[in-house]
């Protein structure tokens, strides 16, 4: 069976896109959490891909995108504790 995705429906495309967006993004925040505001920045960019694909599609690829995302933004939250209480 060829795969073909111009016979899509168009919203249907954009949840895919949605959701490999959310799971890259996800991987990307969680490299980015050294930063606090770039791998926050990453982590809500992540969720937000995710929850509009879950809108649309309900597939493992978009929860999975969200759950890497939220992975990122606790690490965050945890590594900006960390600093802001050692320079103390």
Request: aromatic share 8%; with cysteine.
């Amino acid at each position: 069976m060829d795969y073909d995705p111009n016979t899509l429906d168009p919203e249907l495309r954009s949840a895919k896109l949605y959701a490999l967006a959310s799971a890259a993004i996800g991987v990307i925040s969680l490299c980015a959490a050294i930063i606090p505001l770039c791998g926050g920045t990453a982590s809500f960019l992540g969720i937000g891909f995710g929850l509009l694909s879950l809108r649309t599609e309900n597939s493992g690829v978009a929860k999975a995108g969200i759950g890497i995302s939220i992975l990122g933004l606790l690490i965050t939250i945890i590594y900006a504790i960390f600093l802001f209480v050692s320079e103390r």
